[in-house]
């Protein structure tokens, strides 16, 4: 991880940049869901996805961590050693007081992401021509009546 950069994907195979928020996102979403997820775990993955939004390198910085998160240096490094024990994230490390990390993303993910990026475009599309197409006419059809059944009506439920 000799890189200049401070937080990356160890894998984006099929990915493009304009994907990779969507990417941050969805990783962050499947890990927050992960039962051995702690409160520092999350504050910390949630301080990642900011970075991947507008990375700056002042936010890898162990102090800026520790203010943003609330959390101390060993519970900030004990996040990250069981992030890395359960897979969400390849290899990292604290040099200088600078964090470095490479995110794992699975082939799931990978897969959602692009499902995600190509339903978010149709969506686009789709609503680009809406603009262009009439309104439909509104119909009494889809209106709701009564239905006669014989019976004495209910009345309605007072709260």
């Known amino acids: 991880m000799s890189e200049n950069r401070h937080l990356r994907f160890a894998d984006i195979d099929g990915l493009t940049l304009a994907d990779l928020p969507v990417a941050a ?6 890990l927050c869901t992960q039962p051995w997820a702690s409160r520092e775990i999350v504050k910390l993955a949630n301080h990642f996805k900011r970075y991947l939004d507008k990375p700056q390198a002042r936010m890898m910085a162990l102090a800026q961590i520790e203010t943003d998160c609330h959390c101390d240096k060993q519970n900030i490094v004990e996040a ?15 040099e200088n007081n600078i964090i470095r990390v490479s995110i794992n993303l699975t082939l799931l993910q990978r897969l959602r992401v692009l499902e995600t990026c190509k339903r ?16 439909a006419p509104r ?6 009546e009564p239905v006669e059944t014989g019976l004495d009506p ?4 007072t709260n």
């Open 25 to 30: 996102e969805i990783w962050l979403a499947d």
């Open 80 to 94: 990250l050693r069981q992030m890395y024990a359960y897979g969400t994230i390849t290899g990292y490390a604290v």
């Open 120 to 135: 978010w475009a149709e969506l686009r599309a789709f609503s680009g021509r809406e603009r262009s197409m009439p309104a």
């Open 139 to 144: 119909s009494d059809f889809w209106l709701n």
């Open 154 to 157: 209910e009345p309605a439920p």
